[in-house]
């Protein structure tokens, strides 16, 4: 079992940039790979970005290419999103998962075990 806790959440402005973080309760964090996802109200939780057990992979959703920036810290159990020149539409709940695999994948149900979430609203 691994406990996510997601932090780094709030209300910016467009254009602003927000930092979250996701701690991992496992001392072999370095085996899953992990991933960041988000559900606005209503709609379908989606993909954001992936990154592999090492840091080598890393797969990001088109909406967010170029803007955000996932990295972990195996060391420090920590996988994190930085996201620059927020949009409105990036408004949403963000949840950290992990997977306990050896692929990564973008696929939602290939990921095990998920985060409470951390709100992420951007005003126009």
């Known amino acids: 079992q691994v406990q996510l806790v997601e932090s780094g959440g709030g209300l910016v402005q467009a254009g602003s940039s927000l930092r979250l973080s996701c701690s991992a309760s496992r001392r072999t964090f370095s085996r899953y790979p992990m991933a960041w996802f988000r559900q606005a109200p209503g709609q379908e939780r989606e993909f954001v970005a992936a990154i592999s057990k090492k840091g080598g992979d890393i797969y990001y959703a088109d909406s967010v290419k170029g803007r955000f920036t996932i990295s972990r810290e195996n060391g420090e159990n920590t996988v994190h999103l930085q996201m620059n020149n927020l949009k409105p539409e990036d408004t949403a709940v963000y949840y950290c998962?992990?997977?306990?695999?050896?692929?990564?994948?973008?696929?939602?149900?290939?990921?095990?075990?998920w985060g409470q979430g951390t709100q992420v609203t951007v005003s126009s």
């Open positions: 998962a992990a997977r306990f695999g050896e692929v990564l994948t973008i696929v939602r149900e290939g990921y095990d075990y």
